[in-house]
């Protein structure tokens, strides 16, 4: 079994390149794209179907991640990173999922539910091997919002969403995360959400930052990524979609790169 501290190799300062990108792209008023994957849903032969729709469309960022442990996403990453030419960037779900041959890793503090694991309490466990790392460590607070159903985030979580139609609360969070010291946001309506997140509640977060905002969960038709484009969203991210019917990332690569 792989220990954290077999992950640890000679540090090198970040340059910041993956948030430097998102940074400019919002300024510029265009939008990113990234792809989803679930370790445990790819394996290597259906995997490779999906590297093949990913260099005809080309997403600007692939996450990797998933809400249960996965002991594939060291080989699911190097598998990407071999035929790709495209950030690949951590999502984890669990400490477990950290791994040294991605590009960048999404540090998310859940800032929408009161479990402290998820809000400091892994981070501090894995600080200091991050710190060794030659990983860009992007700094995200995580907005848990209500999509129709109760979903995989939520119960592994052990947290409720903010309910869809409180726009104010999620604001709040928001900006509250953003002067906590994050550098992105990340509104989420999770793996396999009946619904995407509300335009309004998506308007009134973006309103209320500065810092990119990131946008999640339910977006498996042109129309909502459309309308969460219009709403404010800086990176859509879509993964179920894709599980469905992997043509619909080249569908909407052309509608993000309509902006």
């Known amino acids: 079994m792989r220990t954290l501290a077999s992950f640890t190799h000679t540090h090198i300062n970040t340059k910041r390149m993956i948030l430097e990108l ?19 849903k790819y394996p290597q032969n259906n995997l490779i179907k999906v590297i093949t729709a990913i260099e005809s469309a080309m997403p600007d960022l692939i996450l990797v991640g998933g809400s249960l442990v996965s ?70 607070g995580y907005i848990l919002v209500e999509s129709g159903k109760r979903t995989s985030v939520e119960y592994m979580s052990q947290t409720a969403p903010i309910p869809a139609d409180k726009s104010d609360i999620a604001a709040a969070t928001a900006i509250a995360g953003e002067m906590l010291g994050h550098k992105l946001i990340y509104l989420e309506g999770g793996s ?13 977060v973006k309103l209320s930052i500065d810092i990119p905002l990131i946008v999640g969960g339910g977006l498996n038709t042109a129309e909502k990524v459309k309308n969460a484009c219009d709403a404010g969203a800086d990176v859509i991210v879509v993964g179920n979609a894709f599980e469905k019917d992997i043509s619909l990332l080249s569908e909407f690569r052309k509608i993000i790169k309509s902006y």
């Open 22 to 40: 998102i940074k400019d792209k919002q300024k510029a008023g265009k939008k990113l794209l990234a792809m989803l994957i679930d370790p445990e």
């Open 71 to 140: 002991v594939k996403t060291d080989k699911v990453i190097k598998s990407l990173k071999q035929h790709l030419d495209i950030p690949v960037v951590l999502f984890p779900g669990s400490l477990l999922q950290v791994t040294p041959e991605a590009d960048a890793l999404l540090f998310i503090s859940l800032i929408s539910g009161r479990n402290s694991d998820l809000l400091i309490g892994n981070h501090v466990v894995v600080a200091p091997f991050l710190k060794e790392s030659n990983l860009e460590v992007l700094s995200t």
């Open 192 to 204: 396999g959400a009946e619904v995407p997140i509300p335009q309004e509640l998506i308007q009134k």
